[in-house]
T-cell receptor
Framework: DGGITQSPKYLFRKEGQNVTLSCEQN?????MYWYRQDPGQGLRLIYY???????QKGDIAEGYSVSREKKESFPLTVTSAQKNPTAFYLC?????????????FGPGTRLLVL | KQEVTQIPAALSVPEGENLVLNCSFT??????LQWFRQDPGKGLTSLLL?????REQTSGRLNASLDKSSGRSTLYIAASQPGDSATYLC????????????FGPGTSLSVIP
């Protein structure tokens, strides 16, 4: 089955700790995205990547880092510099161009601070 | 700056009713608008994509319309079922910042049996 997988489903972070969220897709999509979702708010873009070995900051990149070494994988690291990391994190990929570009989402990872 | 709003924030209807969810955006310069469904604690599922040149799209009991000039889109759900209970989000892809899709906060729908 083609799709996007995220792991783990739940992640607990201690003060001062860096944690990494995994995102893998087998849809052969070029573009991948990381979003943060807080209760009652829309999704906010953290980072995105249109091609391997290239990525761009979104609207709330501070305290986060990413890599894109393979087309299928786009891991997100939440660093100790992110002071309010508790949220639901969603990974997405997209296909198509221009008016036809459609986003597809993974199941999400919920990050909690101990 | 593009902003997307959805009213109401929550909606409760009896089973079998037809209903309309609203999405408004401030800048009509968009490539497309996409409607998603999100179940509690889950990712987003794409429902319909309307390209900027289109006025509506249909899938089963769902019909989405787009009026760019007024900055509005509606999602019509016919003959609602308890399984339709979820949060529905709309998102626009702006022409001014292609990679940065802007999401609305969502409407939480409850269909009461």
């Amino acid at each position: 089955d083609g799709g996007i997988t995220q792991s783990p489903k739940y992640l607990f972070r201690k003060e001062g700790q860096n944690v990494t969220l995994s995102c893998e897709q087998n849809l052969n999509h070029d573009a991948m995205y990381w979003y943060r979702q807080d209760p009652g708010q829309g999704l906010r873009l953290i980072y995105y990547s249109q091609i391997v070995n290239d990525f761009q900051k979104g609207d709330i990149a501070e305290g986060y880092s990413v890599s894109r070494e393979k087309k299928e994988s786009f891991p997100l690291t939440v660093t100790s510099a992110q002071k309010n990391p508790t949220a639901f994190y969603l990974c997405a990929s997209s296909m198509g161009q221009g008016v036809r570009e459609t986003q597809y989402f993974g199941p999400g990872t919920r990050l909690l601070v101990l | 700056k593009q902003e997307v709003t959805q009213i109401p924030a929550a909606l409760s209807v009896p089973e079998g009713e037809n209903l309309v969810l609203n999405c408004s955006f401030t800048d009509s310069a968009i490539y497309n608008l996409q409607w998603f469904r999100q179940d509690p604690g889950k990712g987003l599922t794409s429902l319909l994509l309307i390209q900027s040149s289109q006025r509506e799209q249909t899938s089963g009991r769902l019909n989405a319309s787009l009026d760019k000039s007024s900055g509005r889109s509606t999602l019509y759900i016919a003959a609602s079922q308890p399984g339709d209970s979820a949060t529905y989000l709309c998102a626009v892809r702006p022409k001014t910042s292609y990679d940065k899709v802007i999401f609305g906060p969502g409407t939480s729908l409850s269909v009461i049996p």
